[in-house]
């Protein structure tokens, strides 16, 4: 089903990331800087996280999927394409609409801002401890799986109801991520996929009928 | 029996008469020193039963060092006979993969390089058959088939004038996994193929109805993917013992049982299958050089395997 294997999947990520460096540590930052304006959010808040991530699903499309993914996988266009409309649509539902962090915190949002946290820091972790090791991590913002994990865990944190138009491709990607992983074996897309699918549910029960 | 069988062309009638008709039948081929060919029937040109597939396998990107350890692959290859290597647009970076490995080994004169062309849209097709040699740093491409039946009508009105103008040597088409066979049939009724591609192995022998004495009957030589169902034939019978009988026809290993079926077939030209370790090069082109199994043996084989 996919054209690469587990070696070669790591080795990309490896060579893609000795070619973007330094841009980890300033997406690293980029990221934290998202998370605590979710955390402590002010009223422009939402608008810059928006701007943020866009960035982020626009790197991904054009950079990763484009100019590195493309050699190896001939779904590359597809996906970079998935990648710019959801660029596009933080643009439109968090940035021109002006949606902002709720301050209180309800639990879905924090239990969302957890998660993010694990998408900046946890799935680098886990591939720098793990066989790939550091060379090899993906880091939010520049590889697609942390972007989509750290995007939709950050939406609970949102006030009122979901922006449920930047759920279906994020959501899409976890799904990419979880046969990956599970048919090449490969721990990182597994932990991406089942972030995904908790951030979904945090989102879902978020917007339950109140009772 | 020897079987060598360059010289021997299959026919409907054997085929379809279960093999018992085979220059082998009733016993076993002896041991050969030099590789088992079949002839390609549209020329009389002798190509050895095994050649190599690259899916997933040599689609290593950029790294250098899995470049590098393809090109063992390669070098293993050519060391045992091998010659036909096939590759697809669809397969990401293989066929420059292909092609560094060839560079590297000097470009083995006794390559015979096989591409397809894959895309929806015909005037794209010549470009992207370009590219692809390109990557190979060959001359021209002595097969090029129509990957998946994709667009084939017109594809091979391409194919059909670059064959003319001697572009490739041969024209052909592909399909995998079983599937569109009825499709396949169709095309390789009403057009003068050189080769034809598809899906054969113990397990999946569809083929064998109406495809294999088709080809044989239209004078198309036959390669054969997914031998190994993508290892997961591999995985069937890993952890069985082989067959004390395995012995009579020299397979050591599952990996050359499971080859021999197929190439024991009389209307396979020869089996593609892919792998990325040399060790398992070397292995899989054993089967190059040993007995063969008759009909009655490939009988007990399916048996043996079904039965897991």
Partial sequence: MFPFDAEVLTSTYRL?????????????????????????????????VGLVLAAGWAWCGLIFFLRHWSQLDFMAPVYAGAFLVQAALLLILLVWRRRTFSAAGDAAGI????????????????????????AAARIAGLAPGPTAAFTLALLPALEGRPPWLLVPVPLLWGGVAAVTGWMLGVPENLAVAALIAAATALLVWKARPAA | MSLHM?????????????????????????????????AIPS??????????????????????????QRAEVLREFFAAGGKVIDCSPMYGSSAEVIGYGLEKLGRPAQLFAAEKVWTWWTSEGPEQMEEQRALWGVGRFDLMQVHNLLNVDEHLET?????????????????????????????????????????????????????????????????????????????????????????????ATWAQFLLKFIVSHPAV???????????????????????????????RMVEAVENL
Avoid at chain 2, 6 to 15: G, L
Avoid at chain 2, 57 to 63: A, I, K, L, P, S
Avoid at chain 2, 269 to 296: F, Q, W, Y
Wanted: neutral net charge.
């Fill in chain 2, 159 to 251: 194919l059909t004038r670059w064959k003319e103008e001697g572009r490739i040597r041969y024209l052909g088409i592909t399909t995998s996994h079983g599937s569109r066979h009825d499709e396949m049939e169709a095309v390789m009724t009403r057009a003068p193929l050189d080769f034809v591609q598809l899906t054969y192995n113990v397990l999946d022998r569809e083929a064998e109805a109406r495809l294999l004495p088709l080809a044989a009957d239209r004078g198309q030589a036959v390669i054969v993917n997914r031998p190994f169902r993508q290892k997961a034939l591999i995985r069937h019978v890993e952890g069985h013992p082989l067959p004390d009988w395995a012995a009579e026809i020299g397979a």
């Fill in chain 2, 269 to 299: 030209t020869c089996a593609i299958p892919a792998t990325s370790r040399v060790d398992h090069m070397a292995e899989n082109m054993a089967v190059l050089t040993g007995p063969l199994p008759d009909a009655d043996l490939r009988r």
């Fill in chain 2, 43 to 68: 020329s009389g040109e002798a190509l050895p039963v095994l050649g190599m597939g690259s899916w997933i396998t040599f689609n290593v990107g950029e790294d250098t060092r899995l470049r590098d």
């Fill in chain 1, 111 to 134: 239990a969302g801002l957890v998660l993010a946290g694990l998408a900046i820091f946890g799935l680098p972790l886990l591939s720098g401890l793990g066989e790939p090791g550091f």
């Fill in chain 2, 6 to 38: 360059t010289d021997w062309q299959p026919t409907r009638r054997v085929v379809l008469g279960g093999l018992a008709a085979l220059p082998f039948a009733g016993g076993l081929a002896r041991a050969q020193d030099k590789p088992i060919t079949r």
């Fill in chain 1, 16 to 48: 893609y990331n000795a070619a973007v460096w330094p841009a980890q540590p300033a997406a690293l930052a980029l990221a934290l800087a998202a998370l605590w304006l979710a955390v402590a959010p002010r009223a422009w808040s939402a608008r810059a």
